[in-house]
C-alpha cells in the first residue's frame, strides 16, 4: 500500500496544497526554430544567466565553432548542428525551469514534435536577417494546433538585420500572430545601443563582454537619462514603442495564453544578451502547469496522483555506459525515489529508483518530481515514446502518433561476424525513433529497411551503429516514399501487386510503400475495397 492509500483526509489535502505550489513553480517550455536562429546558443545563454554553468561555449566543436551544453553528440559538434533535443532542469529565482532544446532540421521533426507534446510554452526564434522561416512557420502551426502559447524572440540583433516593425508585420501577417513586444531595440539590428524594457519604461544598455562567453553586465537606465546615453535612437525608440501602444500592441495575458497573441524580445544570444529578460518573462508569465487529457478527454488535474507520460527515449549519451534514457513529463502529483509507479502499457509496477533530474549530457540523482518537471529514467527498457507511468489511480495518456516517412533504405551489416551486434543496434536505434524499422519475411531479418522522415536520420543512424554500437552497416536505397498503413488481412494481396511492398513495424503495425503518388492513386483506384490509411504528415 502506498502512502497515499494510507493519508487522512488531512495529510491528503495539505499534500495536494503542495503539489500544486511545486507545479505553480514549474516553467516547462521548448526552443523552437528554423535551423540556425540560435536555439542552442540561447539555451546555453539562458543556463548561463541562471547561473547554472559559468561560461558559455567552454568546449570546441570541430569546426572550429564552440559546441554548446545542448549539443554533446559527436555529430552535433562536428556539424553545428543539433540533431536530438536535449533537456535542462535548472532553478531560477524562485521556478525551476524546464527547458528543451530542439533541433530545427526538417529530418529531425519527429522528435521537436514529440517535444511538444510535453510542453507548456514555446519560445520561438526568429534570426533578425531572415524573418520567419519555412521549418519555423510548420512548428508554428504545430503549437498553435496543440494550443501552445508562444514567446517570440527576434536574435541576433548583434547582426545587420531587418527593420523591428517590418519583423512585427511580418509576423502578423502571414501567421496572424499578434506581437506585444516588451522590449524594443534601441539601435538597429548590427548596429544597437540595447533594447527598451517597455514596460518599466526603461533603457536596457548592452555591454559586450569578451567573445559573449560571460553573462553581459546589465546597466539599467532610466527613461529620463536614456536620450543621453542612447542619442536619438532612445527617441526613436520611444515613437516606436508609442505606435506599437496605439496599435494595441501591449502585453494581453489573455490573448497570449489563448494563442492569438505573443509577447516579443530582441536579443544577441551569441553575445548573452537580452537574456536576462527572456528568464524573467519567462517566470512571471509563461504558464504554469495544468494538467493534461487524458485518451477520453478526461482532464488529469496536477493535484491527482502522480502520472507521467514518456515523449523521448534516447541512449549513447554517455560512451562509457551504455545506457539508455526515457524521458518523461510530469502531468501531476510526486513521487519520491523509489516509490513504484505502474506502467500503463502493461499494467507492471516501475520503481522510480533510477530517476534522473537531466542536465544535457550531464544527469543527476532526482529525489522527487512535481508537475510540469522532465524527468530521465534511465535504464528503463521497457518503456516507449507515449507510454503513460502512474500512481493510484489510473490514467492512459494519448499515444504520441508516428510521422508517416518518406525515404527507406535496405540496412546490412557489414561484418557478418557482428550479428548479435547489428541486432541489439537495430532495436535500439528502432525503439529510439532514430529511424523506424520495418520488416518482411522477405527481406528477413538480416537486411530490415530503415524508413524515414527525411535522410539526415539514415546518416545518424549509420554513424550511430558503426561508432557506439560496434556494428557498421551498410545502407541501399530503396525507390519508395509514400507509405499508408494497410490491414493485415489486406497485406497478402497487396504484396502480391506490382511496385508496391508490405513491411511490418515492430509495433506491429503493417505499412505499403509506394514509389510515387500515382502508383498509390492507380492501387487504389483498382482495389477500391481495400482500405489504406494514412499516417501523420510530417508537416504537423
Ligand atoms: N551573431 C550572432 N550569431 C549567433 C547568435 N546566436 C547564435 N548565433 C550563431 O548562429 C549559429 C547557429 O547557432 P545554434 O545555436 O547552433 O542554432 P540552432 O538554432 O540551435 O540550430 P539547430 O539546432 O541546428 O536548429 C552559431 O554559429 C551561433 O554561434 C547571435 O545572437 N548573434
Ligand atoms: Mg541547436
Known sequence: ?????????????????????????????????????????????????????????????KAGRRSTVSDWMEMEKARGISITSTALQFPYRDCVINLLDTPGHADFSEDTYRVLTAVDAAVMLIDAAKGLEPQTLKLFQVCKHRGIPIITVINKWDRPGRHALELMDEIHDRIGLRTTPLTWPVGIAGDFKGVMDRRAN??????????????????????????????????????????????????????????????????????????????????????????????????????????????????????????????ARVVSGTFERGDVLTHAATGKPFVTKYAQSVFGQQRSTLDDAWPGDVIGLANAAVLRPGDTLYRDVPVHFPPIPSFSPEHFMVARGKDPSKHKQFRRGIEQLDQEGVV?????????????????????????????????????????????????????????????????????RTDGVMLV??????????????????????????EG
Not at 509514400?482 to 511490418?504: G, M
Not at 487504389?524 to 482500405?531: A, S, T, W
Request: glycine fraction near 6%; proline fraction near 5%; aromatic fraction near 6%.
Open 436 to 504: 523506424q524499422v520495418l520488416r518482411s519475411d522477405k527481406r528477413g531479418d538480416q537486411a530490415p529497411v530503415f524508413a524515414a522522415v527525411g535522410p539526415m536520420q539514415f546518416e545518424v543512424a549509420a554513424h550511430r551503429m558503426a561508432t557506439e554500437l560496434s556494428a557498421p552497416v551498410s545502407l541501399e536505397s530503396l525507390p519508395y516514399q509514400i507509405a499508408r498503413i494497410v490491414d493485415p488481412e489486406d497485406a497478402e494481396f497487396v504484396n502480391r501487386q506490382v511496385s508496391c511492398e508490405v513491411l511490418t
Open 1 to 61: 500500500m502506498t502512502d497515499n492509500a494510507l493519508a487522512t483526509p488531512a495529510t491528503k489535502t495539505s499534500q495536494a496544497a503542495k503539489i500544486a505550489t511545486e507545479g505553480a513553480r514549474r516553467r516547462t517550455f521548448a526552443v523552437i526554430s528554423h535551423p540556425d536562429a540560435g536555439k542552442s546558443t540561447l539555451t546555453e545563454a539562458l543556463a548561463l544567466h541562471a547561473r547554472v554553468i559559468t561560461e558559455a561555449g567552454a568546449t570546441h566543436g
Open 202 to 327: 526603461k533603457f536596457i544598455r548592452f555591454t559586450r563582454t569578451a567573445g559573449g562567453a560571460t553573462a553581459a553586465p546589465e546597466e539599467h537606465i532610466l527613461a529620463d537619462d536614456a536620450h543621453a546615453a542612447a542619442g536619438d535612437d532612445w527617441d526613436t525608440a520611444v515613437e516606436e514603442s508609442e505606435l506599437l501602444s496605439a496599435d494595441g500592441s501591449d502585453y494581453d495575458r489573455d490573448t497570449f495564453l489563448g494563442g492569438e497573441s505573443s509577447p516579443v524580445l530582441f536579443t544577441s544570444a551569441a553575445l548573452n544578451f537580452g537574456v536576462n529578460q527572456l528568464l524573467d518573462v519567462l517566470v512571471e508569465l509563461a504558464p504554469a502547469p495544468t494538467g493534461a487529457a487524458d485518451v477520453d478527454g478526461v482532464r488529469r488535474v496536477v493535484e491527482s496522483p502522480f502520472s507521467a507520460f514518456v515523449f523521448k527515449v534516447q541512449a549513447g549519451m554517455d560512451s562509457s555506459h551504455r545506457d539508455r534514457i526515457a524521458y
Open 513 to 538: 510503400l509506394f514509389s510515387t503518388p500515382w502508383r498509390l492513386e492507380g492501387f487504389q483506384r483498382d482495389n477500391p475495397d481495400i482500405k489504406l490509411r494514412s499516417l501523420v504528415a510530417a
